[in-house]
């Protein structure tokens, strides 16, 4: 496959369209500061830079997302089946588990429509009970269980543990709560079939299982995500293996050198399959099956994660990104997006350079007014694609509760993000299972599950009033942090079967309009069903003794 850089050309069109007309007020600004003293100019300049970087990830936001919706709509046809004649190659379903076993989401994944494959479990479980559930299952099923003596290399090194000497042509990753449909492996070999410098192939996603109330909230976002961003980086970005539901072929595997001892272990084997010659491709038509985190708790623990991951990236592949072969755009594209969460240090720098110092200082910064619109514009952008992809889908005012949660949620995750930021890029990043199950949190529990955030919250607002007369300033970042108690008791709330309808596993085309995608669900559901009376059969039959 060859990639196109029209998206960024467009980006970076549209960026200087909005920052051309900007730079004279800028440069006043940063020349006025100087006169009157140097570190003041050194402040404005500090300023101006993360404007000028926010506003380009703000416009890679909303050109992503318009040229999905308006240009790179799902049509019709796609990848063609592939010629069948020879001999099926072997193919491995790797299940990884760390104390956090699914027999039931293992057992669908299993019943592929496919001859020539295994399923292995890799089993970093340290609990008894977890790796006793696991045995059963083997012993039932006839899965191969394989362990090792430590855990060392994170998720990384359990999968190298057996991939270096095992014996396949392609393997599939598959998280503990994956589900993937029964044409996977069928329909993922004819992507590398089609794409000949195909090394990976990551399918669609949709969250389903959504079992209490914070679930149901926030998991319309992964259906929305998924394929309006892979989409587009497919043809016009970096696209990288995403940890689960993707098949690898063993090729790109030796040649990328195994996945590296990181916390994100995807991105880095990514990087090397792509400089070793071999691309990523999307599936958008293989909708796999994965569950939003269970809780504030558990969402805040894998934002940590990527985030500690993203900043270990930083440190140790920004040399390598920039000597590489991909394109000038594919390490753009790398850049907007993996850098985000730890640069969010900058903006707290941003944050600082405006509320505390130059109030503190007595000097008083001014920007046209014209300019907050852009700014608040790409401050609501990654808002965007939910507006859009469920405008139709799902009734208004629950799409505005949907919105005002995000806001909530992912706002509070600029004090989480900070400070793992800070911790990580001083100290050593780990690798943190997102917990799968949770318990009822009580007010008391709530409030001091988040007094890190509320207290976040409190002070930076009362700097701010303090030394500017308003919070304004700060209002979108503190009010979130406080509000967060809020969403740490959402996951009491048991989810009643209402409104949202789950997209379940299948190899379908996306649909392009609420029509269709009703019309895919009717003709799944008989489908389904006869998928639910396979299982049962599989849950009752045990393997002869070997």
Known sequence: MAKSPRIYLLILTFW?????PAAPAMTH?????????????????????????????????????????????PRPGGVPERDRSGAAPKVVLLYCTCNDFSGESLLRSMAQHYDNYEVVILDDSNQPESRAEVDEFAARYGVTVIRRPDRAGFKAGNLNNYLRTAEYDYFVILDSDEIIPSEYVDRSLDYFAHYGNAGIVQANHSATRNRNNFMRTFAIGVDSHWIAYQSVKH????????GHGAMVSRDCYHAAGGFPSVVAEDLCFSIAARDAGYYTVFAPDIRCEEEFPVSYHAFRKRHSKWTQGNMEFIKR???????SR?????????????????????????????VIALPALGYTVTYPLWMLLPTIAFLLAPLLNDTIFHFRR?????????????????????????????TSAFGKSVFLVTPKSSSRVSVREAFRATRGEITFGIVLAAISYALTGSVLPVVLIALPAVCCVLLARKHNRDSPDRARIELPAAVVPPARNVAEERDQLARLATANEAAEQEAGARRTRVPEPV
């Open 326 to 354: 991909m394109t000038w755009f594919e390490k753009l594209d790398i850049f907007l997006f993996t850098y985000s969460l730890p640069l969010t240090a900058l903006f707290s720098l941003y944050v600082v350079i405006h």
């Open 16 to 20: 200087l369209a909005i920052l051309i």
């Open 394 to 422: 799902m009734p208004k005012l629950a799409l505005l509760s949907y919105l005002a949660n995000s806001v909530v949620l992912y706002g509070s995750m600029f004090f989480v993000s900070l400070r793992t930021s800070t």
């Open 317 to 323: 592949y920004t040399a390598t990104i920039l000597g």
């Open 235 to 242: 043809r016009y970005g970096f696209l990288s293996l995403l």
């Open 29 to 73: 600004v940063v020349s006025a500061a100087a006169q009157a003293h140097w570190y003041l100019g050194a402040l404005t300049i500090a300023s101006a830079l993360f404007v000028t970087y926010f506003w380009l990830n703000g416009t890679k936001d909303v050109v992503y997302t318009l040229y999905y919706h308006l240009v790179q709509r």
